[in-house]
Nanobody, 127 residues
């Protein structure tokens, strides 16, 4: 199993980035995919996840209305479109696969529930 995260970079406040998580060795039909992030000196926290069951999406409060998670089943890839980026969004972003879950929102605060992790991609929001 491999999760390959990409798309990070340096962007000015208010800018946009799209992260990609390409999965191999597992199917998005059977795994929920989440994005987590970790800033220096802080714990890893959940950002968003998309259910394998019906494609329902979930977000942590700080990114609601700014970030959008989506998936392309044919490409076995999950995306995180990030807009209106703020300096506090600066972190290493990781994608992870896990499930099934009875509470998807709760899974974003429980990284240990996710079985497989990608290597991370750096997002820096700075002027």
């Amino acid at each position: 199993v491999q999760l390959q995260a990409s798309g990070g970079g340096l962007v000015q406040p208010g800018g946009s980035l799209r992260l990609s998580c390409a999965a191999s060795g597992l199917s998005l039909d059977y795994y929920t995919i989440a994005w987590f992030r970790q800033a220096p000196g802080k714990e890893r926290g959940g950002v968003s996840c998309i259910s394998n069951v019906d494609g329902s999406t979930y977000y942590t409060d700080s990114v609601k209305g700014r970030f959008t998670i989506s998936r392309d089943i044919a490409k076995n890839t999950v995306y995180l479109q990030m807009t209106s980026l703020k300096p506090e969004d600066t972190a290493v972003y990781y994608c992870a696969a896990g499930g099934p879950f009875s509470d998807y929102d709760a899974s974003l605060s429980r990284a240990y529930l996710y079985n497989f992790w990608g290597q991370g991609t750096q997002v820096t929001v700075s002027s």
